[in-house]
T-cell receptor, first 110, second 116 residues
């Protein structure tokens, strides 16, 4: 079953702008992960944030986690055309399996 | 980082035939692998957890007799779609947990199955 709800479902911005995607979930988690998927391809792991962490950075990526609100956000700064992809959050509930959100389709316009 | 491969990358088959998809961890041993299905413009749905040396654990609503999973070694899991029908056409993706970085799953590139 799907746990994560992602918002927005689709986002189109100009190159250079920042992109923010949100993810909400329903149960307790060990960690939350963000993945990128280019059209018709496999998933690329972007970043993992543990339940006891509130914010994490990796290059142009910034992830926040609010366990009280059961939500997370992914911020991509200074977007590039190559960032065009679908982005998924996935929660690890502790049973060694990931539950994916619906995803956000991000389009960066040159 | 760790690499997971899938074979084939795409397959077209006739309705009623069976198709086997392989998932391999190339540089680490994976006691647990996962199989997902993804329909166009939708998210990944976990089908089953593949455990080396034991039976797979299927998610609710997934027919174990239709989607046969075998995890015969620490680097290979196979998914066989038996008696495939057009509604089985989908993108099938496997993943494997890195035992060293246990929280991280590495995903294969996926297999596009089209059933005519």
């Amino acid at each position: 079953s799907q746990q994560g709800e992602e918002d927005p479902q689709a986002l189109s911005i100009q190159e250079g702008e920042n992109a923010t995607m949100n993810c909400s979930y329903k149960t307790s988690i060990n960690n939350l992960q963000w993945y990128r998927q280019n059209s018709g391809r496999g998933l690329v792991h972007l970043i993992l944030i543990r339940s006891n962490e509130r914010e994490k950075h990796s290059g142009r990526l910034r992830v926040t986690l609010d366990t009280s609100k059961k939500s997370s956000s992914l911020l991509i700064t200074a977007s590039r055309a190559a960032d065009t992809a679908s982005y998924f959050c996935a929660t690890d509930e502790g049973a060694q399996k990931l539950v994916f959100g619906q995803g956000t389709r991000l389009t960066i316009n040159p | 980082g760790a690499v997971v491969s899938q074979h084939p990358s795409w397959v077209i088959c006739k309705s009623g035939t069976s198709v086997k998809i392989e998932c391999r961890s190339l540089d680490f041993q994976a006691t647990t692998m996962f199989w997902y299905r993804q329909f166009p413009k939708q998210s990944l749905m976990l089908m089953a957890t593949s455990n080396e040396g034991s039976k797979a654990t299927y998610e609710q609503g997934v027919e174990k007799d239709k989607f046969l999973i075998n995890h015969a070694s620490l680097t290979l899991s196979t998914l066989t779609v038996t008696s495939a029908h057009p509604e089985d056409s989908s993108f099938y993706i496997c993943s494997a947990r890195d035992p060293v970085a246990a929280d991280t799953q590495y995903f294969g590139p996926g297999t596009r199955l089209t059933v005519l």
